[in-house]
């Protein structure tokens, strides 16, 4: 009997859509059971945004607020493995993706399956996949691998490009001198040899270092500097999500958080990871790999 295989994810670019749809290749090719959902928010999300509305999302993205979703038909009532594909929207699962998370018809289908996260991120990816790793425990589902596929350029470099394909909706250098925004086309093709390694492992039925298996092939690489970053700047990023939906105007919070991120983007990252690299690091080494490791895996709190 072929193994049933759900992939599911939300995709407002387009972008996360060719990420699931390359990586399932080796799927079809040997014949799986295999379905392809594309969840869509009952209120969409849509592409290029504006200004107001990317910033509007921050707090109920970083707070986890989910909205109503339109109805999704499984064809099945339970999977062999889900592929969760998702992209992390202000260092926090995307809003459609946290919504399924905290869909009980979708829950129940979770509930002591395999799972393995697909992520297509910017760079920072390590807080929206800790978040993700507790609704799935909450869900009793089973997280056997993650995969991350990231923009490979500079952190600055990568920001303003994002900024520009998701503000106009083009896919191309700014200004003809930033780098093409979002993951590289040939890092996406690869993803097949990810799915090719996921396809031996379901047929053989042994998901036993699984993940060591993708780490060793490329599929999750973890930066000193942003994991450093990373767990801090999203604890500001709570203060000011927690902050801001308590007030009245909060559009005139929301244009003080722009700013306050462009200043903490452009000026304040490049001292801190600075200073980070002169006093911290050299004398941080044992405790930077045991997070590295962890973050490599599939762990749930241990670190």
Not at 152 to 170: C, E, F, P, Q, T
Request: hydrophobic share 45%; glycine share 4%.
């Amino acid at each position: 009997m072929n193994k049933k295989i759900l992939l599911v994810y939300y995709s407002q670019t387009g972008q996360l859509k060719d990420i699931v749809h390359q990586f399932s290749t080796p799927f079809f090719e040997e014949g799986m059971d295999v379905e392809i959902k594309s969840i869509e928010p009952v209120e969409n999300y849509t592409f290029p945004w504006s200004g107001e509305c990317f910033f509007n999302v921050m707090p109920e993205s970083v707070l986890g607020v989910p909205v109503p979703l339109e109805k999704t038909e499984f064809k099945h009532s339970s999977y062999d493995l889900i592929i969760f594909a998702y992209q992390p929207w202000f260092l926090s699962p995307s809003i459609p993706a946290n919504s399924l998370l905290n869909n009980p018809d979708f829950i129940r289908i979770l509930k002591g399956t395999n799972v393995i996260t697909l992520i297509g991120s910017r760079n920072m990816w390590i807080a929206a996949q800790e978040r993700v790793k507790t609704l799935l425990k909450e869900a009793q589902a089973n997280l056997i691998g993650n995969i991350v596929l990231r923009d490979r350029h500079d952190n600055l470099a990568s920001a303003v490009s994002i900024l520009y394909w998701m503000l106009k909706g083009k896919k191309e250098k700014f200004l003809g001198m930033f780098p093409v925004p979002g993951i590289s086309d040939e890092d996406i093709k690869r993803s097949a040899i990810y799915g090719k390694i996921i396809n031996k492992r379901i047929k053989e039925n042994n998901y036993l270092s699984l993940q060591a298996e993708l780490v060793k092939n490329g599929a999750v690489e973890v930066k000193t500097n942003l994991m450093f970053i990373e767990p801090r700047a999203k604890k500001i990023f709570t203060i000011w999500a927690k902050t801001i939906v308590k007030k009245k105007n909060r559009a005139l919070w929301l244009g003080l958080f722009k700013y306050y991120l462009i200043v903490a983007l452009f000026a304040v990252s490049p001292v801190v990871i600075a200073i980070y690299k002169l006093f911290i690091q050299p004398f941080s080494m044992k405790g930077i790999k045991n997070k590295k490791e962890y973050y490599l895996g599939v762990y749930f709190d241990r670190i």
